[in-house]
């Protein structure tokens, strides 16, 4: 049975190994990135290996809602029923960065981002017969804290390893929120920590430093493979609101199992992301 599969950031590193997977499985897959012709070469390359491969590229602005809501309303009239949504679009920035909307560019693009995405796309997940949603997440959470006053003041006491910490503690937040309001829905929502991956994400650190690093990180393909498994395996299709590490279970830090934070941060992203 062929099925729906978008992925935002599939156009390299682990995404572009989940949509190489999916589409391998006869999947039809939608990847969507700000860069729209790398999404449409990394679409050539996958159809160069997989003839038959039923794929395809968006352009995606997650920093900019307007541009969200234009992917959303082309994602739905090529997908109405959508059976995987994989929320993989990520980035690390060494200094401060911020959005048109004012706000840091990795809890902006990440989590607010996605936030918005996922809340125009949820009927189409909730219409399949097994939705699932797949949130790429961080071991690095563990160094986050929401602090609430920075989605107004992103300079406020700045480093970017706390800010990348503080958006996937997020994304992890709204993993389990939005498992618990879809409970009994039959639509599953789990995250995943890939390891530490060679991808692109390290592009801002110094060359010298950045070789050093890669040469000792999983493959993007190793990275992936958690997020495939939670998009195709059968036994997890009443598994919700987890997040895993190598396809394990694992608890993730006191925080990110706060339902309170989870709800109060659910409030906070429906305002600032014009919900």
Known sequence: MTRNVFITGGNNGI????????????????????????????VARIKATQANAQ??????????????????????????????????????????????????????????????LTQKLLDAVKAAAQGRVVVT????????????????????????????????????????ELARRLAGSGVTVNAFHPGTVATGIYDELPAPVRKLIVAAM??????????????????LKNVSGEYFVRRRVRPGSAASRSVELAQRLWLYSEELAGF
């Open 218 to 235: 999983l493959t993007p393909a190793q990275g992936a493979d958690t997020a495939i498994w939670l998009a195709t395996a059968p036994e």
């Open 55 to 116: 794929i395809e590229a968006l352009a995606l602005d997650l920093g900019d809602f307007a541009d969200i809501d234009r992917c959303a309303a082309d994602v739905l009239a090529r997908m109405p029923t959508l059976d995987v949504l994989i929320l993989n679009a990520g980035l690390y920035t060494l200094k401060l960065r911020t959005l048109q909307s004012g706000f840091e560019a990795m809890f902006g693009i990440m989590h607010l981002g996605h936030f918005r």
């Open 137 to 176: 997440s961080s071991a690095i959470h563990a160094l986050g804290k929401i602090d609430e006053a920075s989605f107004r003041d992103p300079s406020r006491h700045w480093i970017g390893l706390s800010a990348y910490g503080q958006a996937k503690l997020a994304n992890l937040l709204f993993t389990r």
């Open 15 to 42: 995404g572009y190994e989940m949509a190489l997977a999916l589409a391998a499985r006869g999947d039809r897959v939608i990847i969507a990135s700000r860069d729209l012709a790398r999404s449409q070469a990394a």
